[in-house]
């Protein structure tokens, strides 16, 4: 079991890797219109003169100055509406993104609609140009050629674009409300809760007792952490004997020079057997890093992404409570869902039975605040939002079960009856606040 969820956990790595870049599929696409350019006027050539009559009613009857204005045409509209599509487009995104949060925008470019149009509009564009220069003027050794068959499928291919423009046009309506963007950053953040819950990397094993000396890893660059292989630290450490503690969480900014893991021999082994330096490297070799955080390993970042669109809710120059309240909403399920899974344990053992790994990070009463601090702040004044601040605790006190979640849940609620205390609001706002603060602390305290 937990070898598949690691292998898993290194697939969506490497599928958010690919997902979130916009030129692959588009490139894939160019590359088989090519070929398919090339291929088809050839079958021209050797079915064109042996067509029936039904077939050859429909596809393309002119010459070939006729063939190379239709090829010209679909070329040179399709790359102008590409250029025009998303020009727009972007432009549209930046708006959006000045109301919502910045790093929404990496979505746009991981959103299959927006990927397969631009597949579709740039295969196009390279399919015609490939076909047309295989039509052929008549000489004195050659006949004219004009591939019938390549030239409507050129056009067929042009009416798809249209069909996929309008499709893509209704797709980017959609994509640009700030509901739709809070459900594709829930669900991305739901996977990745289920991805990491499946991702066992070794044993359940009690804390080991770290020695006074220990050796300190070092970042090899800077960035953001955006994954560690732990069944890969966990086998590292049975490699060459020793206790791997995890210094930097996932979604942390790293500086390249500062510590990122710490590490010691195992307790009744015979110790490291390799260089400090060989150890660093293989430990150092185990935590990725880039210039943005991703959601592939990174469950904070998903809820962060819900504190920026409420915080921007929340500002002066947007006063939009009602969205806020929606983030929250948001925020809250992904919460329950965390309460809900098993707590991750203290440390990880090999086969063997000895702990070789100290996690860090993924922790309950991190999340609560990372997800409710920044929103908790921004809130000040604001009665509707700070009752679905309450009300959060409240849901996620019915999803709880461990003594340490309750007391996480009871220091966020003291948290926010404190800023509602800071607030200036009317005797009715204080009082129902104030009933809903005891409502969570009931739920909090049942049995």
Known sequence: MARRGAVRRRIAVVSDAIASRLWPVPLIAVIGAVLMGLALPELDRAVDPSLPDVVTAFVFSGGTDAARAVLSAIAGSLITATSLTFSLTVVALQLASSQASPRLLRMFASDSMVQGTLAVFLGTFAYALTVLRTVENATDDLDAFVPRIAVTVASVL???????????????????????????????????????????????????????????????????????????????????????????????????????????????????????????SDIVACFTSAYERTPAQDVGFGLRQLDDVAGRALSAGVNDPTTAIHALSHISALLCDLAGREPRPDAYASPDGVARLIPVGDDFAELLDVALAPIRRDAVGSPDVQARLIGVIEDIAWHVERDDQRAALTAELERIEASVDASDLDGLDASRLAALAGQARWAIDRR
């Open 158 to 280: 042009t009416l798809a674009s249209v069909v996929v423009l309008t499709f893509f046009l209704a797709h980017l309506a959609r994509q640009l409300r700030v509901e739709t963007m809070m459900r594709d950053v829930h669900r991305e953040a739901a996977r990745t809760i289920t991805l990491l819950a499946g991702a066992r990397p070794g044993r359940p094993s009690p804390t080991p007792v770290e020695p006074d000396h220990t050796h300190t890893v070092f970042a090899a660059r800077s960035g953001f952490l955006t994954g560690v292989d732990r069944a890969r630290l966990v086998e590292t450490a049975h490699e060459h004997g020793i206790v791997v503690a995890e210094i930097r969480a996932v979604g942390s900014s790293v500086i390249s020079g500062t510590p990122l893991a710490r590490w010691w021999p195992a307790g009744g082994s015979r110790g490291p057997r390799a260089t400090d330096d060989r150890i660093a």
